[in-house]
């Protein structure tokens, strides 16, 4: 064969943040001809990931065939002098020729500030507690990450539990400044329709009471019992039923066009298909985890489950438990009603894998209210870092 194919080299990370895994990037590492090229860009990232794929495996990429690891990371130093690093989130569609760059992924956003400090991004001290302060582009938000150190490297091994990953590592503590968007945010404020609960006509599926809100990710929540669910179901349960699936994107592509985030519900299925996601809450009540661990209804304040990119996700996202801290904290949300009515500031909810704890500070001036800030741990740690090898 004359003048073979070759292949491009690109320093990369492969990194777990949360419950998710992803390759990390710095965007002066990859080549020059596309950095400003969006659309080379997007064609890269498919390549690196295995996408698109349709067998639905990503054999010939580092994606791994679910949601939580069909993922890419760019970080880089920030120009804000209110941030150390700017942080770029991109969902790989798995079976489309699609990179969504429209939201943020909470559970990756752990391990921005490792990334930042392993690759000389921003300084650290050499023991204690380095303090990254990354702008979420996706979003325009500012994140605080506490990320221990020692020796000037960064600790990953510690005695951190986090359900839905199986061993335990140190904790990174996050802080989302800022949570709910502003008027001049994508979708307008942090309720879009300006109701904290909205009845929606479906169509082909009825009249659907959820709420709108965006908050770490424009979400919309609904009632689990609404849809013939009990809020106990793990991924089986969902993700092998295609009736259950395809009505949860008609609704959440319905649901879109009402957040003013895209023009019809088939843009939102075929060009946004990470945000906004859909989660369903329910009461307290005893199942068993995914692990095997036994959850009872005395354990959680409520149950939450969410999907990502069509599939329910295996725990839940992190901006998920952002959106859910900040429903729980303000009155008349969904949220807020099943789990009594009074502003919750802080809750423990069960999901597929687990439990969860996360907090919101919230307050109500003129009848109008904001949240400063929603606080939770994660955990993250580098697990390959060299070169990624995509065709030329």
Not at 245 to 253: H, M, Q, V
Request: glycine share 10%; charged share 20%.
């Amino acid at each position: 064969m004359t003048n073979p194919r070759k292949q491009i080299s690109i320093c990369a990370t492969y990194m777990r943040g949360g419950t998710s895994k992803g390759v990390f990037f710095n965007p002066d590492d990859l080549p020059e001809a596309i950095r400003n090229d969006p659309a080379a860009r997007d064609r890269l990232m498919l390549r690196v990931i295995g996408s698109p794929d349709p067998y639905g495996k990503q054999i010939d990429g580092m994606g791994a065939a679910t949601s939580s690891t069909s993922k890419v990371v760019l970080v880089s130093k920030s120009s804000r002098p209110d941030c150390d690093v700017d942080y770029l989130f991109g969902a790989v569609s798995i079976e489309k020729p699609v990179v969504d760059w429209s939201g943020n992924c909470g559970n990756l956003t752990s391990a921005v500030g490792p990334f930042a400090i392993a690759r000389g991004l921003v300084a650290a001290p050499r023991d204690g507690v380095a303090i990254v302060r990354i702008w979420q582009a996706n979003i325009g938000k500012k994140i605080i990450a506490h990320v221990p150190v020692h020796d000037g490297e960064v600790v990953e091994l510690g005695d951190f539990e986090l359900d839905g990953v199986t061993f335990p590592s140190a904790e990174v503590r996050l802080e989302f400044l800022d949570p709910g968007a502003d008027e001049d945010g994508e979708g307008g404020a942090m309720f879009p329709t300006g109701h904290r609960i909205d009845t929606l006509d479906v169509p082909g599926v009825g009249l659907v009471e959820a709420t709108l809100i965006n908050a770490g990710n424009p979400t919309i929540f609904v009632e689990a019992a609404k849809l013939g669910l009990k809020g106990t179901e793990l991924q089986d349960a969902v993700n092998g039923n295609a009736e259950l699936l395809a009505k949860f994107e008609t609704i959440r592509a319905h649901a879109t066009v009402v957040m003013g985030m895209a023009a019809s519900a088939q843009e939102a299925t075929d060009k946004r298909p990470h945000t906004p996601k859909i989660a369903f809450v329910a009461p307290p009540a005893a199942y068993t985890a995914s692990s095997g661990k036994k959850i009872v209804a005395d354990d959680v304040d409520l149950l939450a489950r969410i999907m990502s990119m069509g599939k329910l996700h295996h725990a839940m996202t992190g901006t998920g438990a952002v959106a859910i801290a900040v429903a729980a904290a303000i009155p008349g949300t969904l949220v807020n009603r099943v789990l009594g009515g009074a502003a919750q500031p802080r809750v423990r909810f069960g999901h597929p894998s687990g439990t969860l704890a996360v907090g919101a500070e919230a307050a109500e001036v003129d009848g109008q209210w904001t949240v400063t800030k929603a606080v939770m741990g994660r955990s993250a740690r580098r697990l390959m870092d060299g070169t990624i090898f995509v065709p030329a």
